[in-house]
């Protein structure tokens, strides 16, 4: 890859980031009360800062979500940047408004900072002082969605089939969500564990407690089902991937009277599962076990997103080059925490995410120190110097 930086210092005072401050936008884009499937103009104020760097961008409405697609160059490397302009719904108590963008004592607060409008400030301010050295070798494209706060149908999802279909698909993927615990700097995500919810409902036949010979009891067999569900060792894990694991999240039999026995029982469930199972595969293990213990059941499965796993290579090794330049540190590759869009980029190219500090995502007065959006930015700028420039 070339362009690499010098060394240490030459990132952390590298003069060109000083006229390229992520702030000003990520400002403009918390300001914007995007609460999916909400966009409150925060897309449109992205493009017109990308066109004005030279981006060609395309609006690419599905349903009710927006998305937008925008690159400059046309050749390769081909690296692109996913994030999201949507946030989760802010709550109440906040200090500071959710959507004002305040900076107070070196921090800014805002529904979105870390989640994820600061993560794509930071790249386009990165972008922005790329270019401004001159044309790269290759291209840079951002692909960016209105819903993966939501549902995440109609958003990169079908971005991406449109990219496949326009010739746009890169050479390699940046992610910006949140993925360092406590340090920015710490952890590059190469991975993310799969996520299945079910629902399970058990019929039997409804009666008098003091004949339980003339019912069948569903909640009995649903509970002896869950015992063993539960009881199940799933996986050891491997080099990647933690265990997976299962977790009952709640049980209902909606049942007011003390001397009835239900006709139905009802549980929900989730597992979060590693790369050594499938959907599919999980689908198939609980019907089985289910059906050792009741004669009548309907189960429901959804699978969120199956685990995926990009195997280190040139463009993460890069990125971490770049992290370590910027940071001093040395991030560890993770495939910890929850899905993201990450997902359905890995069925394209490599895929790698990297953003802010996570601890405040999602939550009351959700922020950033000012000092990591510009170190973020530094990093997606020297990622890009070593890859495109």
Same mark, same amino acid.
């Given at each position: 890859?070339?362009?690499?930086?010098?060394?240490?210092?030459? @990132?952390?005072?590298?003069?060109?980031?000083?006229?390229?401050?992520?702030?000003?936008?990520?400002?403009?884009?918390?300001?914007?009360?995007?609460?999916?499937?909400?966009?409150?103009?925060?897309?449109?104020?992205?493009?017109?800062?990308?066109?004005? &760097?030279?981006?060609?961008?395309?609006?690419?409405?599905?349903?009710? /979500?927006?998305?937008?697609?925008?690159?400059?160059?046309?050749?390769?490397?081909?690296?692109?940047?996913?994030?999201? /302009?949507?946030?989760?719904?802010?709550?109440?108590?906040?200090? =500071? !408004? #959710?959507?004002?963008?305040?900076?107070?004592?070196?921090?800014?607060?805002?529904?979105?900072?870390?989640?994820?409008?600061? @993560?794509?400030?930071?790249?386009?301010?990165? @972008?922005?002082?790329? $270019?401004?050295?001159?044309?790269?070798? !290759?291209?840079?494209?951002?692909?960016?969605?209105?819903?993966?706060?939501?549902?995440?149908?109609?958003?990169?999802?079908?971005?991406?089939?449109?990219?496949?279909? =326009?010739?746009?698909?890169?050479?390699?993927? &940046?992610?910006?969500?949140?993925?360092?615990? *406590?340090?920015?700097?710490?952890?590059?995500?190469?991975?993310?564990?799969?996520?299945?919810?079910?629902?399970?409902?058990?019929?039997?036949?409804?009666?008098?407690?003091?004949?339980?010979?003339?019912?069948?009891?569903?909640?009995?067999? &649903?509970?002896?089902?869950?015992?063993?569900?539960?009881?199940?060792?799933?996986?050891?894990?491997?080099?990647?991937?933690?265990?997976?694991? &299962?977790?009952?999240?709640?049980?209902?039999?909606?049942?007011?009277?003390?001397?009835?026995?239900?006709?139905?029982?009802? *549980?929900?469930?989730?597992?979060?599962?590693?790369?050594?199972?499938?959907?599919?595969?999980?689908?198939?293990?609980?019907?089985?076990?289910?059906?050792?213990?009741?004669?009548?059941?309907?189960?429901?499965?959804?699978?969120?997103?199956?685990?995926?796993?990009?195997?280190? !290579?040139?463009?993460?090794?890069?990125?971490?080059?770049?992290?370590?330049?910027?940071?001093?540190?040395? #991030?560890?590759?993770?495939?910890?925490?929850?899905?993201?869009?990450?997902?359905?980029?890995?069925?394209?190219?490599?895929?790698?995410?990297?953003?802010?500090?996570? *601890?405040?995502?999602?939550?009351?007065?959700?922020? +950033? #120190?000012? !000092?990591? $959006?510009?170190? $973020?930015?530094?990093?997606?700028?020297?990622?890009?110097?070593?890859? +495109?420039?």
């Amino acid at each position: 890859m070339a362009g690499q930086l010098s060394g240490r210092g030459e @990132a952390r005072n590298h003069p060109r980031m000083a006229a390229h401050d992520p702030l000003p936008l990520a400002q403009a884009l918390i300001g914007c009360a995007s609460v999916t499937p909400a966009d409150a103009g925060a897309q449109a104020i992205l493009a017109a800062e990308l066109q004005r &760097l030279g981006f060609r961008t395309t609006h690419l409405p599905f349903g009710a /979500t927006q998305n937008l697609f925008a690159r400059i160059g046309t050749a390769a490397p081909h690296i692109c940047f996913a994030g999201h /302009t949507d946030v989760v719904p802010p709550g109440t108590a906040w200090q =500071h !408004g #959710p959507f004002a963008a305040e900076v107070a004592d070196g921090v800014l607060y805002g529904r979105g900072a870390c989640d994820m409008k600061g @993560a794509v400030a930071a790249f386009v301010a990165a @972008a922005a002082s790329v $270019l401004a050295d001159g044309v790269p070798r !290759g291209s840079i494209s951002l692909l960016i969605t209105g819903d993966e706060e939501g549902p995440a149908t109609d958003g990169t999802v079908r971005v991406l089939q449109w990219m496949a279909e =326009h010739g746009e698909i890169p050479d390699f993927c &940046l992610v910006g969500e949140p993925t360092n615990p *406590a340090t920015l700097g710490e952890a590059i995500k190469l991975g993310r564990r799969g996520s299945l919810n079910a629902t399970i409902t058990v019929h039997g036949t409804q009666g008098h407690v003091a004949y339980p010979h003339r019912a069948d009891n569903p909640v009995h067999r &649903l509970v002896a089902a869950l015992a063993e569900l539960c009881a199940a060792r799933l996986d050891n894990g491997n080099d990647w991937f933690e265990p997976s694991g &299962l977790q009952v999240t709640s049980i209902d039999v909606g049942n007011p009277a003390s001397n009835v026995i239900s006709a139905d029982a009802t *549980a929900h469930l989730n597992i979060r599962f590693n790369n050594l199972h499938t959907g599919e595969t999980l689908h198939a293990w609980l019907h089985e076990v289910l059906a050792r213990h009741a004669a009548k059941f309907d189960l429901s499965v959804a699978v969120g997103g199956e685990a995926f796993m990009t195997q280190p !290579g040139d463009f993460s090794r890069a990125l971490a080059a770049s992290v370590t330049a910027v940071t001093g540190l040395t #991030p560890k590759f993770d495939t910890g925490g929850g899905t993201s869009d990450a997902r359905f980029i890995a069925k394209y190219c490599p895929v790698a995410e990297f953003g802010l500090v996570g *601890a405040s995502m999602h939550k009351v007065d959700e922020c +950033v #120190p000012v !000092g990591d $959006l510009r170190q $973020l930015a530094a990093v997606y700028a020297d990622l890009l110097r070593r890859v +495109v420039a």
